[in-house]
């Protein structure tokens, strides 16, 4: 069965410093691997995904994941943190079959101090 | 063009009673999936339906119930409230079915079981 562990349930960083939130998986096959960010009262929203093609993905906001199967990890990163980071951040997994249910991780809060 | 859109946006139900929560998705979406989110348990898959069809189903009683419209329009109900039943309610829209899609969520139900 697939699942998705994220390191760290609360994550602190000051404004202009590295974001590294951290994500590992667990799939009996290459799994497709997103990253999605939720501000307060509103839904989830797509930050990148990696379907198999470049190992390093880039998406929106200047965040990066980098795809690792050797550590099957995934943890996304962005060089310097604006206080518009803050959010909460969820790893999730989807298997390559015929079906779109994602598996979540526990989310990481991320705090930006200025 | 419009989000995703999730009625009502809040809800106050007793112990016992039905609910029927509606999403209406991107226009020329065809697939609509449901998810559940609890500060506990974190987002849970419900269900996903394309073209009318229910083609997964997360782990959870059959309390939980959904259909989808040939308009593509969603809707969720849950008979027999209990507390636990409590939580952010979150549809999303992709363009079509299967792992990899990009799915677009709505802001959610927040549902309260007293």
């Known amino acids: 069965a697939q699942s998705v562990t994220q390191l760290g349930s609360h994550v602190s960083v000051s404004e202009g410093a590295l974001v590294l939130l951290r994500c590992n998986y667990s799939?009996?096959?290459?799994?497709?691997l997103f990253w999605y960010v939720q501000y307060p009262n509103q839904g989830l929203q797509l930050l990148l995904k990696y379907t198999s093609a470049a190992t390093l993905v880039k998406g929106i906001n200047g965040f990066e994941a980098e795809f690792k199967k050797s550590e099957t990890s995934f943890h996304l990163t962005k060089p310097s943190a604006h206080m518009s980071d803050a959010a909460e951040y969820f790893c999730?997994?989807?298997?390559?079959?015929?079906?779109?249910?994602?598996?979540f991780g526990q989310g990481t809060t991320l705090q930006v101090k200025p | 063009k419009a989000g995703v859109t999730q009625t009502p946006r809040y809800l106050i139900k007793t112990r016992g009673q039905q609910v029927t929560l509606s999403c209406s998705p991107i226009?020329?979406?065809?697939?609509v999936s449901w998810y559940q989110q609890t500060p506990g348990q974190g987002l849970q898959f419900l269900f996903e339906?394309?073209?009318?069809?229910?083609?997964n189903k997360g782990n959870f009683p059959g309390r939980f119930s959904g259909r989808q419209f040939s308009n593509s329009r969603s809707e969720m109900n849950v008979s027999t409230l209990e507390l636990g039943d409590s939580a952010l309610y979150l549809c999303?829209?992709?363009?079509?079915?299967?792992?990899?899609?990009?799915?677009?969520f709505g802001s959610g139900t927040q549902l309260s079981v007293l």
């Open positions: 799939s009996s096959v290459p799994p497709y």
């Open positions: 999730a997994v989807s298997d390559r079959g015929n079906t779109g249910k994602l598996i």
């Open positions: 226009s020329g979406h065809r697939s």
């Open positions: 339906y394309f073209s009318e069809t229910q083609r």
């Open positions: 999303a829209s992709s363009l079509a079915a299967g792992g990899g899609e990009k799915l677009f």
